[in-house]
């Protein structure tokens, strides 16, 4: 079992940054990609970014310019968002992939708004 922990969610301003980070832990030896999707209301989970055990990332076309995913070691991935806008609200998800198994953490909320 693998168990993921997001932090630094919150509120900010339009124009604003935040900077999200996920830690794993348990049997977490064998995680190939870690990366961050997000739900708003009403809407279904799309994936902002994510980046693999050698460093390679991927970005969802809303975000891409504007959000950076980075990792410093196999259990530890951040995502800097920058240059927010209202439409990024949403509860923000970390995801790890292990083998066959998708895992993922209870969520963080982000709100954007003045």
């Known amino acids: 079992q693998v168990q993921l922990v997001e932090s630094g969610g919150g509120l900010v301003q339009p124009g604003g940054s935040l900077r999200l980070s996920c830690a794993a832990s348990g049997n977490a030896f064998s995680i190939s990609v870690m990366g961050w999707y997000r739900q708003a209301p009403g809407k279904e989970r799309e994936l902002v970014a994510t980046?693999?055990?050698?460093?390679?990332t991927n970005y969802g076309d809303s975000v891409r310019g504007r959000f950076t995913i980075s990792r410093d070691s196999k259990k530890t991935v951040y995502l800097q968002m920058n240059s927010l806008k209202p439409e990024d609200t949403a509860v923000y998800y970390c995801?790890?992939?292990?083998?066959?198994?998708?895992?993922w953490g209870q969520g963080t909320q982000v709100t954007v708004s003045r």
């Open positions: 980046i693999t055990s050698v460093g390679a």
């Open positions: 995801n790890a992939r292990m083998g066959l198994f998708d895992y």
